[in-house]
């Protein structure tokens, strides 16, 4: 629903998103291994609360109520109770009311959501975080923790790898009842790598993909699922990145935007910020995003645009066919022709509706809480002229974020303007 | 914050809290074994949103948002993402928001905070669910997976236990301070099981336990820290139960008291719900809940109440220390004199506070998430003089809930009244 007090992003702060192939990236063939080692989860969770304020030159103590977004720290990291964490970055937060919200890979959204409700119920400053660390365990492992975004005595049995199988469902179904060939999903991750290419911040910085090498399978690109009827449907770089990272960012009423000592001309409004859910387990159709259509037509509805008014977008893309479904389920395209808007460019930098300019899931990384976090603060950024060599040439007014948990059973879209 | 828009607890429903010598716990000895299974998580969290639902006599389609409060599903049950399973309890749930937040054991809590804001934020039916499943796993890992409430990589260590030992040491400083014998809480543990004997819904309702036998180590009541300096000051019956357990409660605004079919004459309104934390890891006084205490002050300053103004209270009695350090910080007596409360029958049910009616966590059972949830349904039940034998010769009007996450690290505390 429209928020009755104005809410606005005010500033934020973000970690890099790293990982396997980042160069930051300590593991066993890194020449620091065993003398640095990855920051913990706690680490970035103060890092960027704190930076956050300091981005809008306040004190911790202005801050009225926190909410951190993670999905699994309880198993990555054997940490739950995230918000006594998050407290515990500074003395001035003490007796503040944080929370912790999960809904899998929206969890970043809801955070944001629960944040817009914050201040609607009387808040002023609210501090956001999302935060994720996924490194700790090995792929299979962590291919199981992350299977609990599905309903795991249904779903996990897919296969190992549960949510890229429950992907090459979708990418299958999709293929089949429109006629595309999986070929046609390159251009969106080839533009993923590319973008990320131009961010320093982003987990595949300095891994080049071009859409040859991402519509082909090979060595370094394999299809690498046991499932034998999904196996063909997915290759190793149509997946996002399994990322640490953090993110946050400070919500104001205008009551609020008055204690700030620095941002309040940044300030981008948050007009709508929509939630919806599915049934966990039951996905009525493998072409559609239906939750995210659905959250989408609740946060258009409530501000009278439409997808024509959207001039940047970032949108969940887990996977390669994510990007294509969510296209769709935000109305940029037809559907059936979600893969197509990539490959025309439309999507690209210079493109008429650029999406995931940062990278995305695929080529920024997604560090699972952070993520709906970071699409916020991205279009924060992009609306400010702050992206450096992936900003647009003409700074976006109006810009649409949508985070998805699971396979599409919680979205979150929510719809920011600049004047 | 006292809410702009009065918010009303209509109604609700709760499963029976079952475990580990409930006569209805399945486990290898009960004659159903291998017959029968004890409920999922997923049957409890369904059954208490619809029986919620059922209470006030609306269509699930009614409710405008929902909230789970959930500890660590993805340990127990390897489900996270629990919004998305409330949803699937009934088709009338399409496409409603849901959110899963978690504060440790102060979870349920935070999902009644979290619902009074829903509210402010223009939703008029919420659905607030707390559920938890806990007798998956034995003794020992269930400690290790319950750990994540406490700063894990500092506090781990402490005992293989690790909340029993972090509340023995509380127990410790307490007694040291205050030249008070660890036996002084046994009427508090005693209390407890004797209301639980009149409660059907409790998981220890068959279980009869003395106020000498609580104060006796025993075969059957041993002190079981591995920790040596700690092990002297808890004994088994000082513990909570490790439950599994459902409840849900409908939150109305005014308008949406209007859309039920029934219980709008029941209604209860909750005055505040104030959340406070501190920082994860870091207690200033074993002898005091400051946290506790720092949100019991916010709410009564937000309602002009004070402690004199309440006549029924849920406090978390996650220990019997832990039920003397909340009377305390609520302001039932002063600091010291929290063990005197029960010796004294103050908080019995014939007294002038009676405090865990039902049994508390030692008593009635303490599946982690429901807890919080189950605080405001208990005093609403006694409000309206729902409580069977343990009801109260005078329904009360004014009550105070305390649920607390950690030690003392997160705690939402909630001021309800029945005009």
Chains 1, 2 share one sequence.
């Not at 008055?258 to 929509?274: K, M, Y």
């Not at 940062?358 to 400010?384: D, S, W």
């Amino acid at each position: 629903m429209k928020p009755n007090r104005r809410v606005t992003v005010a500033g934020g702060a973000i970690t890099p998103f790293i990982g396997k192939f980042h160069p930051d990236f300590i593991w066993k063939k890194h020449p620091d291994f065993g003398v640095k080692e990855n920051p913990s989860l706690e680490q970035l969770l103060h890092r960027v609360a704190l930076g956050a304020c300091q981005d809008v030159g306040i004190d911790p103590a202005v801050v009225d109520r926190g909410y951190v977004g993670n999905f699994v720290g309880e198993l990555f990291c054997h940490q739950g109770h995230l918000g006594a964490m998050a407290a515990a970055a500074h003395q001035g937060f003490l007796h503040t009311p944080f929370t912790r919200v999960e809904g899998a890979c929206a969890s970043g959204g809801l955070a944001i959501a629960a944040g817009v409700d914050a201040i609607q119920a009387g808040a002023d400053v609210v501090l956001v975080t999302g935060v994720e660390v996924q490194t700790t365990y090995n792929a299979k492992d962590g291919a199981d923790f992350l299977a609990r975004a599905a309903h795991y005595s249904q779903e996990r049995s897919i296969d190992p790898f549960t949510f890229p199988a429950m992907f090459a469902r979708r990418t299958q179904a999709y293929c089949q009842k429109y006629g595309v060939a999986p070929a046609a999903l390159a251009a969106i991750v080839a533009k993923a790598y590319s973008n990320a290419n131009r961010n320093p911040n982003a987990h595949m910085r300095s891994v080049t993909l071009t859409e040859q090498q991402a519509a082909e399978t090979s060595d370094n690109n394999p299809c690498f699922l046991d499932n034998e009827s999904l196996n063909p449907w997915l290759r190793l770089s149509d997946c996002s990145q399994v990322s640490d990272g953090g993110c946050a960012v400070i919500l104001c009423s205008d009551e609020g935007l008055q204690r700030l000592g620095q941002g309040a001309d940044r300030a981008v409004e948050i007009h709508a910020c929509a939630v919806s859910c599915g049934p966990l387990g039951q996905v009525p159709d493998y072409t559609r995003m239906d939750v995210t259509a659905a959250a989408a037509s609740s946060a258009y509805s409530c501000t009278g645009w439409n997808a024509k008014d959207i001039q940047v977008a970032e949108v969940h893309d887990c996977f390669s066919i994510s990007e294509a479904l969510m296209c769709e389920a935000l109305g940029f395209c037809n559907d059936g022709e979600g893969t197509q808007l990539a490959a025309e460019g439309a999507t690209s930098l210079q493109g008429p509706i650029p999406v995931n300019t940062g990278g995305g899931l695929m080529g920024f990384g997604h560090p699972v809480g952070a993520t709906g976090v970071k699409q916020v603060y991205e279009l924060y950024r992009q609306m400010n002229g702050l992206c450096g060599d992936y900003q647009l040439a003409t700074s976006p007014q109006r810009g649409v974020c949508a985070n998805m948990g699971g396979d599409d059973r919680t979205s979150v879209v929510t719809l920011l303007e600049k004047n």
